[in-house]
Nanobody
Framework: QVQLVESGGGLVQVGGSLRLSCAAA????????MGWYRQAPGKQRDLVAD???????TYADSVKGRFTISRDNAKKTVYLQMNTLKPEDTAVYYC???????????????WGQGTQVTVSS
């Protein structure tokens, strides 16, 4: 069994900062790409940022220069540092990872449960 456990969401004022964390728990053999997606009410789920196992990053244009994704491979954890938050950043943020489970052919995609980020003006 594998779970992606997220933390760090909440309510923040415009211009504020939040840091999201997502840890892979369970029988994980290896992790490939890790990333964050977000979904606002009535909209599709979109990529926010992604990081490969080697540390190469990709960002949505709307967050470049404000958000930073990083990972700690030893802790099986990915982070999203969000600065200069705007009302349009309000959404449910989902962690994603492509990983291989112990003794199970893979890899497969896994998702966290989602964490709400609300930016008030």
């Amino acid at each position: 069994q594998v779970q992606l456990v997220e933390s760090g969401g909440g309510l923040v004022q415009v211009g504020g900062s939040l840091r999201l964390s997502c840890a892979a728990a369970g029988s994980v053999a290896s992790i490939g790409d890790m990333g964050w997606y977000r979904q606002a009410p009535g909209k599709q789920r979109d990529l926010v940022a992604d990081i490969t196992s080697g540390g190469r990053t990709t960002y949505a244009d709307s967050v470049k220069g404000r958000f930073t994704i990083s990972r700690d491979n030893a802790k099986k954890t990915v982070y999203l540092q969000m600065n200069t938050l705007k009302p349009e950043d309000t959404a449910v943020y989902y962690c994603h990872a492509t990983l291989v489970r112990l003794r199970v052919p893979g890899p497969y995609d896994y998702w966290g449960q989602g964490t709400q980020v609300t930016v008030s003006s």
